[in-house]
């Protein structure tokens, strides 16, 4: 379960080991392949890398992904990719439920 997930220090992580890659392995490229909500995180990291937008999470909490200096990837690959947890999560709630209680 990964609803306590703060994808904007997830991003710093990939950074991390995108940076790590790079720098440390040698590696002159860098593809991020992401499965399912790995798809969301990757394209999220790649648009924060490339112009970062994001200074705090929705919770108002600081994180400023511009600090960060995130490496853009040199590729993206999504595997079954949903669009975004917050609308994948909304799609599966159940209509038939009226309250807490039902």
């Not at 990291?45 to 490496?71: F, H, M, N, R």
Request: net charge neutral; glycine share 10%.
């Amino acid at each position: 379960n990964d609803s306590a997930l703060i994808m904007e220090k997830v991003a710093i992580d990939l950074g991390a080991t995108v940076k790590h890659c790079k720098r440390k392995l040698g590696y002159k490229k860098v593809v991020l392949a992401g499965w399912s909500g790995g798809g969301s995180l990757s394209a999220f990291y790649q648009s924060q890398a490339e112009k970062p937008t994001i200074t705090c999470t929705p919770a108002g909490d600081p994180v400023d992904l511009a600090a960060a200096k995130l490496i853009p990837a040199d590729g993206l690959l999504l595997l079954a990719a949903h669009s975004s947890r917050a609308r994948i999560f909304t799609e599966w709630l159940d209509p038939a439920g009226l309250g807490e209680t039902d």
